[in-house]
């Protein structure tokens, strides 16, 4: 703590203990300082901000109090309710100029939009759709009419099918939304978690033939770097599945052959992007599986990080923590790495959840028992003050993914969301999208509006976001000289958007 920090929390303490024992009328100055001493503590509050900074601080504090005034205030609504008015606010548009570092919590089956999976990959040749008997899709690329399948009457192939629609546009309209939760009436379409759930695992399930398909998957990897970038993003971390790559002879490629793709891409697109800093990859499998199931993943990790340390970060469990394991459940599974002492970093989904008091939101704990790297969402955090203070002191930063947990019916007005509780005492904290093919998002500039604006009120400032964007640096798997080269690019990149916006 710095001596300035320690004289206002001495006075803070002096002036609190003269309210007790004397019950005087309050000072103003000592109501000054208390405040002043609350947004030191905030997330961003110790940021120094240069006069270039200030100027530009002040003008969007001027823009988020006219945003407060707009009726509906966009945070308090359901995202896909006020997505179209949240496009046109002043704020948005300056978050999307702004460089926001890193993207740490997405997963790979949902990294680009809607639109470029049925306007690209559904019209390549030999693509097959499936209506399934329950109203959702699957697509699968083949070289022959593929054998009808539980669920599914008959594969139609897509080039045929369109032949013959009057209104295609229409039809490729109809793909989008499958693809997609984003509904204009959530209300009625998703009125409890589990049906928001189940339509979100469907809606994987029919990414799943498109996205794995191995010429598809090339392209669908870069593209999604691309809207990224265009996002001002410059370094992602990817939760990968147990998905595995398969050619139009009905070939499955093996786990390596995806995470040499992964790299290649990547080197790609950096040779044609000499300011993106890169991507890796996070081993996840499903915790609905069993512990041996687990166990043989863990496993795979250990040997798939051994042979390619720089691509793969570590490891995580994925899917709705409500109805699936829990991390203590698969501790025999998840001590594989101690035991055979190999260092494979944890990166766990922990805390996703509303429920309180149960082996769900008890991740977060065991999340930290297992020595995480970072906490995915942690929702449930601030129920566990014991696991709050230790994440804050261990530097476990929460990868903070606010639509989702809106859209997946964690919280419905996001000013009422846990992380600004988070945000207020300075808990290490990383700014996320999480799977934005499903909410109609690219980049994470509609996230980070949400946590300006809403999670974080009017007491967040241009501090608070430049210490976001520095956290996904900090906070990301990428060693200690690539962090440093990263926030060096960083650094000219913001001091660039200052001197371009600060003028206004």
Known sequence: ??????????????MLVCIKECMLMPDP???????????????????????????????????KVKEMAISPF???????????????????????KMPKGAALHIHSSALVSADWLVLNATYRPHCYICFMWEGSVRFLFSARTPFPRLGCSFWSRLDTLRAGLSD??????????NLTLFTDDSETAYPTQDAAWKRFEEIFVALSGLVTYAPVFKDYIYQGLKELYDDNIMYLELRVGQSRAYELDGTVHDKAWSLEVYRNITEQF?????????????YSIHRSLSVSTVKQAVQEAIEMQRKYPDIL???DLVGREDTGGSIWYFREALSLPSELKKNLPFFFHAGETDLD????????VDALLFNTSRIGHGFALVHHPLAKELARTRGVAVELCPISNQVLKLVSDLRNHPAGV?????????????????????????????VFVGIGGLSANLGTLKELAMNSIRYSSLSSQLKDKAMMLWQEKWNKFIAENSKS
């Open 357 to 364: 008091g149960t082996e769900v939101d008890r991740n977060v």
């Open 168 to 177: 295609v546009t229409a039809f490729d309209n109809s793909l989008m939304r």
């Open 270 to 282: 950096r040779e044609n992007h000499p300011d993106f800093i890169g991507s890796r990859v996070i």
């Open 29 to 63: 100055h000592q109501r000054d300082l208390m405040l002043k001493q609350e947004l030191s503590q905030q997330v961003g509050g110790r940021v120094e901000l240069t006069p270039a900074e200030q100027h530009l601080d002040t003008l969007l504090y001027q823009l």
């Open 422 to 450: 988070l945000i207020s005492d300075g808990h290490p904290i990383v700014v996320s999208s999480d799977d934005p093919t499903l909410f109609g998002t690219t980049g994470l500039s509609y996230d980070f509006y949400e």
């Open 313 to 315: 970060a570590g490891f």
């Open 1 to 14: 703590m710095s001596s300035l920090s320690w004289h206002i929390s001495l006075q803070v303490f002096l």
């Open 74 to 96: 966009p945070p308090a609504k359901h995202f896909f309710k006020v997505r179209h008015v949240i496009q046109k606010s002043p704020v948005f548009k300056l978050l999307q």
